[in-house]
């Protein structure tokens, strides 16, 4: 599966839209952009994800580049309680979910 | 549905003890996956199975032994526990395809002195 890099930490204000990026540089052509988030201590969280067109549910949307080398995720408008750690993970799609690697994430800090 | 359950939720051990940690899904999911997650660190996957009796390795399995005699269940059994252990355990299951999340568990969270 290819490596993702995400910046360490990022702050919002609360209200406003959080955009986190994600750099895929070599992602292949059947892998997929997945999104999870991880909030306290709890286990991580699926949000959201896409082959190579955008995506939008409830939670977020994904926005991928055409290259399909770096995605976002935009939370529209974050609340206290999208703080939470935000990891990006590019894997073959019809493997299924059972090897999935995280990486180290995005802290995201959504301030009042 | 209950989802993903793990049991317990923490537990203390000496070093040299072993113990079950177990992991039980009501969803009929195929894929099973064990991770543990030291302090300020991200997921590291230790076992998986992606079926009854079918089990393989993660990035970091050594101290760990795992079965899958059921499609419900598939517990992690710490053979002699070390200090180096210490961590926050979850176990997440899965549908296969591409348009199926893994679903995680709430984690057990061990301490080996």
């Known amino acids: 599966d290819a490596k993702t890099t995400q910046p360490t930490s990022m702050d919002c204000a609360e209200g406003r839209a959080a955009n986190l990026p994600c750099n895929h540089s070599t992602i292949s052509g059947n892998e997929y952009v997945y999104w999870y988030r991880q909030i306290h201590s709890q286990g991580p969280q699926y949000i959201i994800h896409g082959l190579k067109n955008n995506e939008t549910n409830e939670m977020a949307s994904l926005i991928i580049t055409e290259d399909r080398k770096s995605s976002t995720l935009i939370l529209p408008h974050a609340t206290l309680r999208d703080t939470a750690v935000y990891y990006c993970?590019?894997?073959?799609?019809?493997?299924?979910?059972?090897?999935?690697?995280f990486g180290a994430g995005t802290r995201l800090f959504v301030k009042a | 549905n209950a989802g993903v359950t793990q049991t317990p939720k923490f537990q203390v051990l000496k070093t040299g003890q072993s113990m079950t940690l177990q992991c039980a899904q009501d969803?009929?999911?195929?894929?099973m996956s064990w991770y543990r997650q030291d302090p300020g660190m991200g997921l590291r996957l230790i076992h998986y199975s992606v079926g009854a009796g079918i089990t393989d390795q993660g990035e970091v399995p050594n101290g760990y032994n795992v079965s899958r005699s059921t499609t419900e269940d598939f517990p992690l059994r710490l053979l002699s526990a070390a200090p180096s252990q210490t961590s926050v355990y979850f176990c997440?299951?899965?549908?296969?395809?591409?348009?199926?999340?893994?679903?995680f568990g709430p984690g057990t969270r061990l301490t080996v002195t």
């Open positions: 993970i590019v894997r073959v799609g019809d493997t299924g979910g059972f090897k999935t690697i």
């Open positions: 969803m009929n999911h195929e894929y």
């Open positions: 997440a299951s899965s549908s296969p395809g591409q348009d199926h999340e893994q679903y």
